[in-house]
T-cell receptor, first 117, second 113 residues
Framework: DQQVKQNSPSLSVQEGRISILNCDYT??????FLWYKKYPAEGPTFLIS???IKDKNEDGRFTVFLNKSAKHLSLHIVPSQPGDSAVYFC????WGAGGTSYGKLTFGQGTILTVHP | SAVISQKPSRDICQRGTSLTIQCQVD?????MFWYRQQPGQSLTLIAT?????????ESGFVIDKFPISRPNLTFSTLTVSNMSPEDSSIYLC??????????FGSGTRLTVV
């Protein structure tokens, strides 16, 4: 049962344009969401997060939008740069559930972003 | 945010043997986790490493196969025991706090032949 889904295995955009990466989830207990970037032979690097009490969080070129009713979140990168080319994972946590769920992350399958110069 | 050093970065092992992976954090962290990323797949949580007590394993993972130690708040090890080719994966440790985004080690790429 895939509780976090990234339905687009890959995305290709031109430098300077917007990149939009999407993520859907099914577990209503998820209340904290994170995006990670991963280069080959490296561990995932944290990018940005959002709590379920918000619908938007912005950090420089990165903005995450959360639509709780649709159980959908997206990561916008504007403007896209060639150095952004990597695999992007969304992850979700049932932070408020506490107990044995505390801190655990459930990851999507990842989207390969390629930004062309 | 915490910085995590993980070693070895890669290894090729014979089936039936065991490999121990180490993770060192540069500051004390409450939460540490171990993940596996099989080829072409996402990251799957193996277990939560609890300081001073037995790890908490996710469904499908057992202590006999993946024993974990966490003697203090800055160090943890994961052992992959009695390895088979199906254990070939990238193993990652993670730690820190959710508000700053959990930090990951650089991963251990394990190949079992």
């Amino acid at each position: 049962d895939q509780q976090v889904k990234q339905n687009s295995p890959s995305l290709s955009v031109q430098e300077g344009r917007i990149s939009i990466l999407n993520c859907d989830y099914t577990n209503s207990m998820f209340d904290y969401f994170l995006w990670y970037k991963k280069y080959p032979a490296e561990g995932p690097t944290f990018l940005i997060s959002i709590s379920s009490i918000k619908d938007k969080n912005e950090d420089g070129r990165f903005t995450v939008f959360l639509n709780k009713s649709a159980k959908h979140l997206s990561l916008h990168i504007v403007p896209s740069q060639p150095g952004d080319s990597a695999v992007y994972f969304c992850a979700a946590s049932a932070w408020g559930a506490g107990g044995t769920s505390y801190g655990k992350l459930t990851f999507g399958q990842g989207t390969i972003l390629t930004v062309h110069p | 945010s915490a910085v995590i050093s993980q070693k070895p970065s890669r290894d090729i092992c014979q089936r039936g043997t065991s490999l121990t992976i180490q993770c060192q954090v540069d500051s004390q962290v409450t939460m540490m986790f171990w993940y596996r990323q099989q080829p072409g797949q996402s990251l799957t949580l193996i277990a939560t490493a609890n300081q001073g007590s037995e790890a908490t394993y996710e469904s499908g993972f057992v202590i006999d196969k993946f024993p974990i130690s966490r003697p203090n708040l800055t160090f943890s090890t994961l052992t992959v025991s009695n390895m088979s080719p199906e254990d070939s994966s990238i193993y990652l440790c993670s730690g820190g706090t959710a508000s700053y985004g959990y930090t990951f080690g650089s991963g251990t790429r394990l190949t079992v032949v």
